[in-house]
């Protein structure tokens, strides 16, 4: 059997150890000794056992100096007290990122405060079953090591079983250290209400095998130091404080990688200084995405306002694609060119309707395309790719890492059980069980990678097939997920029952096992719920097959896997290149970088971007030239302090814009004393900004003007330009239906499956924040045909998008002769087959022929209160010009025209006003929406008053225009003609020659 080793010189545990210990420093080594009675003669009446409990000498002004002198070789900020008010004690916190090594240093932490100071008793807490298994067994699995480092230190570790208390009395007695190992959910209940005795805990009952004692009193009476493992799931309550304040500790000490209270940070190993010191894997992220790259995620009905929020890649300002989630709605904010920084793979996808019915919920476009909830979240066939590409990568590793001894695990979350067993009841009404979807899936696709070239050598060795893969699938996969009394698998809930301990009993007591060569078992299925607790040092893939919410959070995930990965023979291994763990997201890589980056902030003490006060302080300075030192603390803080005051740093101590400006320009300076260390300071703050932005002197905020949106002249302007119209076509149907099936038949192009794209990247945790680097390695996968499948309504969804009769578009679909591609992939048949028909309208609508407008009655306009709803407040871009005879304070131009025209129209002495027609201002037309440019009142000489709407392009004839945009244009003159206020609808390019 594998038996795991381990090395007792990380240098970076001997001080997290020392941290601790030196708290101490002055202690002289000593034991106390009190009375623990069996009879009833007092609380603790004749001598009839010794106790042994912890004593200390040190003042709290002792130990206050020692917690300074530690912070500061630290480089942490320095504690003002450390008797917490709460619990009259002291609360010291060391924070370790997940995967190096926490429970191991507080564990020999006891041996040497026992060593120094002959402290002997310890009691550990922590929030859940899964941890107190996991505590359990390491400490069974250190126990020789210990041994080995200490010897003739006795000690006795032990889990609190409230049906076992002579366990707790021999706690109390024993003079070697003693360990005892408590959920805190077994002494937080009712312990000083002796009015709820039924309800309390048993350790704060009275028990006549204590001769009548209470058994936390023999807690109480050790002086115990208290380790909680996880305190941000522990103490997280005030029920649960003065529960650890009734053991009567003589200090506490926290553990975790995601304190809520740091209280006296002592020590610091965040998940920056981890993965820059490799002391833990690095991460690769394989984002799992459409071809267009586009994801719903959500979508949210609020009281008839509906939005939905989506995944795209967004156009960032170096012009590089970006996944980013933005809100959009079927109203002002539709345009996924347009919030996508006009991506050019979103043009036309404009979302006209939002369906937030349960269990059907999507958004559609006004080109046709529907974008489905399940289309990324809860399709299959991103499940499938999913699986497929984590058995690839598993056995990618396994042809590098079996010739190096390593064995390589893989492990899948679930939320349902029944994806993966299922149980079918018989005719005699027993349960048969059978394998779930995504075990079968497992089972097709291992099967069928296996049997590639690439994988030969894996099996053609008779040795590696002794312990390796082979093609019996079942001795390969197994799922470890909790019981109920009659031995069927079930899920788990966030609340542990009896049937989860039972599952983390075994998940723990199989660590070793699942290392080991003995086993065949590689790829675990595992329970969405089971989070905590449960992580092996060989798992070097983690893939989430969820299908509701994610529950698992992206540091819940990859620390199932974090920790550096052993041999057979249970020495750790250092190499960089093998140490990847390799994360199968259900989102994009950027998306999954980004979500860390925010849970990494709100769950540590980590800060990217933070200039604290002690950045400065291993600045060299020369002080002479035989004399070079380093600025300290006091110095760090003075240029921290000057930085505040200036107003360079925000109130989170991260860069202020001014900061930022002033760098970019090189105009930064610092007071004279530290001239000579000005560089330093400069790129020591750079280190921390994750990209210096682009700052324009000329950027101004766009205000709205109320004079001239409350004046009679807009009013006036506004009640010609407000109403709305429909439009009909008028065509002949035969000749347009033979057009149709012709240009199919000709122009449809090849109909292929859309695959789904897995990225694989780097992820990077730095002090600026978390990066991910471009693609290293890039897969697709096909989708299956779609035969099999439910199928959308053809005729339905091309009626929606193109108004035609169905008796017209079944004609076309039975004549084109490509009805056959609409099951290779419905969606890009449907929407080809919508744009013919729609270029074929246009053809007949040449320079507007064949289409009617009506208005469509009084009451149907955009009301001019809008205005006030889109203002925009902040900062601008470039592409503005102040103006003041509009209703914003300044107008955003699209092109060099636009420029000229919203000039020359402020200054021109005839415009009384003008506006540039905002994006909801909508013609609906057969070829989408139109927005016109400007509405403008002209005054003619002083007597007569004009209003005209003004499209403005580079030039004004129609063979320079798109052909849609002219059809548009033609379309709006048809709709100001029909809603017949008397306002002018016109062309123009030159604005002088328009005037005249």
């Excluded at 250290?177 to 209400?193: G, L, T």
């Excluded at 005699?428 to 050598?457: C, D, H, M, R, W």
């Excluded at 064949?850 to 009451?859: A, F, S």
């Amino acid at each position: 059997m594998l038996k795991l080793k381990f090395d007792p010189n990380q240098e970076y545990q001997k001080i997290a150890i020392d941290s601790i210990v030196d708290i101490f420093d002055g202690q002289s080594l000593r034991r106390s000794k009190f009375t623990a009675s069996k009879n009833n003669q007092g609380i603790f009446g004749e001598i009839t056992e010794l106790g042994y409990g912890n004593k200390l000498d040190l003042s709290e002004s002792d130990l206050l100096n020692n917690v300074i002198k530690i912070q500061d070789r630290n480089k942490l900020k320095r504690s003002k007290k450390i008797n917490d008010e709460l619990y009259g004690v002291p609360n010291f916190a060391i924070e370790m990122e997940t995967g190096t090594g926490k429970t191991y240093v507080y564990t020999r932490t006891v041996f040497e405060l026992n060593k120094k100071y002959g402290f002997t008793k310890f009691v550990i807490v922590v929030p859940s079953v899964a941890i107190r298994e996991g505590v359990y067994k390491s400490l069974q699995v250190t126990e020789d090591h210990f041994n080995k480092l200490y010897p003739g230190q006795g000690f006795n570790y032990f889990i609190y079983d409230s049906n076992n208390l002579n366990q707790v009395q021999s706690f109390a007695t024993s003079s070697d250290i003693e360990i005892m190992i408590i959920n805190v959910d077994a002494f937080r209940k009712s312990f000083e209400d002796e009015n709820s005795q039924n309800k309390a805990n048993i350790i704060h009952k009275p028990n006549d095998k204590l001769s009548g004692r209470k058994p936390i009193e023999f807690i109480q009476q050790t002086n115990p130091f208290i380790i909680i493992d996880e305190p941000q799931s522990v103490d997280n309550t005030d029920k649960s404080k003065e529960a650890i304040k009734s053991l009567n500790p003589l200090a506490i000490f926290r553990y975790s990688a995601t304190h809520r209270d740091a209280y006296n940070l002592m020590y610091r190993l965040g998940p920056v200084e981890a993965y820059e010191n490799k002391l833990v894997k690095a991460i690769e992220v394989v984002g799992i995405e459409n071809e267009n790259n586009l994801k719903l995620i959500s979508v949210r009905n609020n009281n008839g306002s509906y939005t939905a929020k989506v995944e795209l890649k967004k156009i960032n300002e170096k012009g590089v694609e970006v996944s980013k989630q933005e809100t959009v709605n079927s109203g002002r904010k539709n345009n996924l060119f347009e919030i996508s920084n006009q991506n050019a793979k979103y043009e036309g996808m404009v979302v006209s309707n939002i369906s937030a019915i349960p269990g059907n919920e999507y958004i559609e476009f006004e080109n046709g395309e529907i974008l489905k909830l399940s289309d990324d979240s809860t399709d299959l066939d991103h499940k499938r790719f999913q699986i497929r590409s984590t058995i690839e990568t598993h056995l990618d590793k396994e042809m590098y890492l079996l010739k190096k001894n390593i064995k390589v695990i893989s492990l899948f979350f679930l939320d349902k059980v029944h994806n993966y067993r299922e149980y079918i009841e018989n005719d005699n009404g027993e349960k048969i069980v059978e394998k779930g979807q995504y075990a079968k899936i497992f089972e097709e696709e291992y099967l069928k990678l296996i049997k590639s070239p690439k994988y030969k050598t894996l099996f053609d060795d008779q040795n590696l097939r002794d312990f390796m893969l082979n093609e019996n699938v079942d001795e390969i996969h197994d799922g470890y997920f909790s019981q109920d009394k009659k031995g069927v698998l079930k899920d788990s809930k966030e609340k542990t029952t009896k049937a989860d301990e039972d599952t983390f009993e075994l998940i723990m007591k199989d660590k070793e096992r699942l290392l080991s060569f003995d086993t065949k078992l590689r790829f675990i299925f595992s329970h969405s719920a089971l989070k905590e607790g449960w992580d092996n040092p060989n798992v070097f893939q983690i893939c989430t097959l969820i299908e509701s919410q994610d529950t698992l959070t992206k540091r819940q995930k990859i620390g199932r896997g974090l920790r550096l990965p052993v041999d057979q023979e249970g020495e750790r291994i250092q190499d960089e290149i093998i140490n990847i763990l390799t994360v199968f997201a259900n989102e994009s890589y950027e998306s999954f970088a980004e979500n860390l980056q925010k849970e990494i902030e709100s769950e540590t003490n980590t800060k990217f971007g933070v200039i604290d006060e002690r950045l400065f302080e291993n600045i060299l300075n020369k002080k002479d030239e035989n004399h070079i030192e380093e600025i300290g603390y006091d110095t760090s803080k003075q240029i921290h302090d000057y930085l505040v005051e200036n107003g360079y740093l925000d109130p989170n101590e991260k860069a202020s814009n001014k900061l930022k400006e002033e760098l970019v320009e090189e105009t930064f300076k610092m007071p004279e004393e530290f001239s000579d260390i000005e560089k330093d300071v400069i790129d020591l703050i750079k280190s921390r900004i994750k990209r210096l932005p682009i700052f324009k002197k000329s950027e101004e905020k766009k205000t709205l003007n109320k004079e001239v949106l409350l004046s009679e002249d807009f009013k006036q302007l506004w009640d010609k330009v407000k109403y709305k119209t429909v439009f009909k076509l008028d065509f002949n149907v035969d000749d347009f239906v033979d057009n149709v099936v012709k240009e199919i038949k000709l122009n449809l192009g090849k109909i292929e499956v859309s695959p789904i794209i897995a990225k694989y990247v780097n992820l990077r945790i730095q002090q600026e924040g978390v990066t991910t680097t471009d693609p290293n390695k890039v897969r697709k996968y096909a989708k299956e045909n779609y035969k099999e499948k439910e199928l959308p309504n053809v005729v339905e969804f091309i009626e929606k998008y193109t108004r035609l009769k169905k008796e017209t578009i079944v004609k076309i679909l039975k004549d084109c002769g490509r009805l056959d591609d609409f099951y290779v992939n419905p969606q890009t048949f449907m929407t080809r087959v919508v744009d013919v028909i729609n270029q074929q309208k246009r053809l007949i609508m040449t320079h507007g022929k064949g289409v009617k407008y009506e208005k469509i009655g009084e009451h149907e306009f955009y009301s001019q209160d809008l205005f006030e709803d889109d203002e925009l407040i902040g900062y601008i871009t470039s592409n503005a010009i102040p103006v003041d005879k509009s209703v914003y304070s300044h107008i955003i131009y699209d092109s060099e025209v636009e420029k000229t025209f919203a000039n020359k129209m402020n200054e021109d002495r005839d415009v009384k006003l003008f506006v540039k027609l905002p994006n909801w201002f909508k013609i609906d037309t057969p070829l989408g929406s139109y927005n016109p440019d400007w509405a403008v009142v002209f005054d003619k000489n002083g007597e007569e008053r004009l209003y005209f709407v003004l499209e403005t392009k580079g030039s004004i004839l129609s063979e320079n225009l798109r052909f849609v945009e002219d059809v548009k244009i033609e379309c709006g003159r048809k709709h100001f003609e029909a809603i017949d206020t008397g306002i002018k609808f016109e062309k123009a390019d030159d604005y002088d020659e328009w005037k005249n």
